[in-house]
């Protein structure tokens, strides 16, 4: 098949479908971003919700070791004060009220660590609640915003699909050569301009310089000619 101005044009128009359906693909992709935001902040709340969690129940089993040891100093005062009673003489009884004091300091001090951790074990708890009510909130939001976003990329997907149908059709009726090179060209540079035209005897895009007769052979579609430089696609200036 003959080369002919209305290839390029075809062409052309390839180029600027290609354009249109990059606007499409760039909202595809800015609604998928949208999802992929509200995952990454319900993966950092779950973070921190799993590390509440977690010290949660370390907290838990700390106060449960406090308890059993607040225990343990209480029946020594008791045992100590029982004892007073039976007691031989002075020194014994000094003994024996010193060792229920010093049992009844431990007891004290345990109990005041005993309320800290309930406090912690509280704002714990908080936390956790407040991670409860922020996830069935998010999850009727999230399927909401997902819902708008398929309708949105579903639509936009049609839209692309018109654009590749023409695409495909136009491409069909150029010669095999042309189609072949420009097919290769568009790989590289789909989306980034990939037909130029010769301006002031070179590129448009990278101005790489032709000779005169190559720029010639351009303009009267003698060959299929790609600049030597950047790859692109020579079409005739008033294609
Ligand atoms: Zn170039």
Partial sequence: ???????????????????SIKGH???????NARIAHLNSLFDRRETEFNEAQELLNSKRTELKSLERECHDWEEKVTK?????????????????RNESETSDLEV???????????????????TIEEFK?????????????????????EKETIEINRYRERIKSLLEELPSNLKDTFQHVRKMHRFKQPLVR??????????????????????TLKVIQTCNSCHRLFIPFDS
């Fill in 80 to 96: 100590a004060k029982s004892q007073e009673g039976s007691a031989k003489n002075e020194k014994q009884v000094e003994a024996l």
């Fill in 198 to 219: 010769v301006i002031n005897k070179g590129c448009e895009k990278c101005k790489f310089t032709l000779d005169s007769s190559s720029c010639d052979q351009v303009e």
């Fill in 108 to 126: 004290s001090r345990l109990q005041d660590l005993q309320l800290e951790l309930l406090e912690e074990l509280e704002t714990l708890e908080e």
């Fill in 133 to 153: 009510k922020f996830k069935s909130g998010f999850e009727i939001t999230k399927a909401k915003i997902q819902g708008e976003v398929d309708q949105i990329i």
């Fill in 1 to 19: 098949m003959k080369l002919d101005k209305h290839h390029f044009s075809s062409l052309r128009e390839v180029q600027s479908l290609d354009n």
């Fill in 25 to 31: 693909l760039d909202i595809i992709e800015s609604e």
